[in-house]
């Protein structure tokens, strides 16, 4: 799967993802390819505080790939994945 068909699969997964990781404070969520085409998911968290708790879950990234899974993304794409988190506070820390 490539091009548009994995976009749109990718896409799908954002809203589920970021609703079953709201509890983790998740606001939001994206993916973007890499510079070597390979899928990077970003998950956003408010507080600098919230990213830290849910980047130390061993849980998170299998989480994120059963998820992609099941909406369809093929395995050889989701092994090869990889994950980035970020929060608004930092974010907004950028600009002072």
Known sequence: MEGEGLGRSMDAAMTPM???LAPWGVRDGHWLPDRD???VVWLRTATEAER???????WLLAQVQVTLSRLGVPHDIIW????ETTSLEAERRLFD
């Open 52 to 58: 830290v708790t849910l980047g130390e879950q061993g």
């Open 37 to 39: 085409g390979q899928p």
């Open 18 to 20: 970021v609703a079953a």
């Open 80 to 83: 090869r994945l990889r994950l």
